[in-house]
Each structure stands twice: as structure tokens, then as C-alpha cells.
């Protein structure tokens, strides 16, 4: 391939000439997608499953039990569940990987400072991840994260 048909106008880096910083915004709501999966999904299960929907606002194990009793469990089996691909792979990413909004923050601003601040779609991740570390680190998520790490 000539180096005029890799750079030609329907090329990827043409596309992102005219685009800059889109290809961030593709990752961001996927790892938006981990993290509120991974910090919700066995929250949710877990108040549908005691009928205690108050204690979404304060769990504990009095209220909820054991967090994974509310994940698939992981097995030999259990590679084929889509659930376990679905809910329990975010709900490790969330639990071992603390810092995963401060990513998304990153990549947000990486993404507004590439579009030259022009850019509405990247101003609205970046405000979305920072609302959602204000969140993960208020006592609120310390709380949530304490339940999900027993």
C-alpha cells in the first residue's frame, strides 16, 4: 500500500484528522458501562433479593449478606455464562481497580484538549466521570466499596 491510500480521505487517519479525539470518546462508555455495572449490579440484586430497597442507600452485609452471593459464580462452567462476562468481570475490574473513574476523567480531558475544547460530547464525559468519582469517593462509595470488597 502506497503511503496516498493509507492517508486517503476515507482512511482512519483521515477520520481522526477530522475528528480529533472521537476515538477516546469510544472507550468512555464502555468503561462508564464497567464501572456502574460493576458498582450497582450486585447493589440492585441484592436489594430485589431481601426486599430491603432502603439499604440501597446504606449497604451493609446486616442488610445485603455477601456481596457475591448476588454475582454468577465463577467456575469451570462458569466461563461459558454470559453473566459472569456481563456483571462479574466489571464487579472485579470496580473492586480491585479503585481509581477506575479517575481513568475515565483522564481520557475525558485527554479527549476536550485534542478537540481544541470544541468538542460538547467530550465536556459531557468528563463532567459524567467526574460526577462519578465525586460519587465513587464520597462516603457513600466508601461504603459501597466496603461492601463490595467483603
Given at each position: 500500500?502506497?503511503?496516498?491510500?493509507?492517508?486517503?480521505?476515507?482512511?482512519?487517519?483521515a477520520?481522526?484528522?477530522?475528528?480529533?479525539?472521537?476515538?477516546?470518546?469510544?472507550?468512555?462508555?464502555?468503561?462508564?458501562?464497567?464501572?456502574?455495572?460493576?458498582?450497582?449490579?450486585?447493589?440492585?440484586?441484592?436489594?430485589?433479593?431481601?426486599?430491603?430497597?432502603?439499604?440501597?442507600?446504606?449497604?451493609?452485609?446486616?442488610?445485603?449478606?455477601?456481596?457475591?452471593?448476588?454475582i454468577?459464580p465463577?467456575?469451570?462452567?462458569?466461563?461459558?455464562?454470559?453473566?459472569?462476562?456481563?456483571?462479574?468481570?466489571?464487579?472485579?475490574?470496580?473492586?480491585?481497580?479503585?481509581?477506575?473513574?479517575?481513568?475515565?476523567?483522564?481520557?475525558?480531558?485527554?479527549?476536550?484538549?485534542?478537540?481544541?475544547?470544541?468538542?460538547?460530547?467530550?465536556?459531557?464525559?468528563?463532567?459524567?466521570?467526574?460526577?462519578?468519582?465525586?460519587?465513587?469517593?464520597?462516603?457513600?462509595?466508601?461504603?459501597?466499596?466496603?461492601?463490595?470488597?467483603?
Amino acid at each position: 500500500m502506497t503511503q496516498a491510500h493509507i492517508e486517503g480521505p476515507g482512511s482512519p487517519v483521515a477520520w481522526t484528522a477530522r475528528h480529533p479525539g472521537r476515538a477516546l470518546t469510544v472507550v468512555l462508555p464502555v468503561l462508564l458501562a464497567i464501572q456502574l455495572i460493576g458498582m450497582f449490579a450486585a447493589l440492585l440484586t441484592a436489594a430485589v433479593e431481601t426486599g430491603d430497597y432502603a439499604g440501597i442507600l446504606d449497604p451493609t452485609l446486616e442488610r445485603f449478606g455477601d456481596p457475591k452471593d448476588s454475582i454468577p459464580p465463577i467456575g469451570p462452567a462458569a466461563l461459558w455464562n454470559p453473566l459472569l462476562w456481563i456483571f462479574g468481570i466489571p464487579h472485579s475490574l470496580v473492586v480491585l481497580i479503585p481509581p477506575l473513574p479517575f481513568l475515565g476523567v483522564l481520557l475525558g480531558v485527554l479527549s476536550l484538549a485534542a478537540a481544541g475544547g470544541r468538542s460538547v460530547r467530550a465536556a459531557l464525559w468528563t463532567a459524567v466521570f467526574v460526577g462519578l468519582t465525586v460519587l465513587t469517593y464520597s462516603s457513600y462509595g466508601d461504603v459501597l466499596h466496603a461492601w463490595l470488597i467483603d
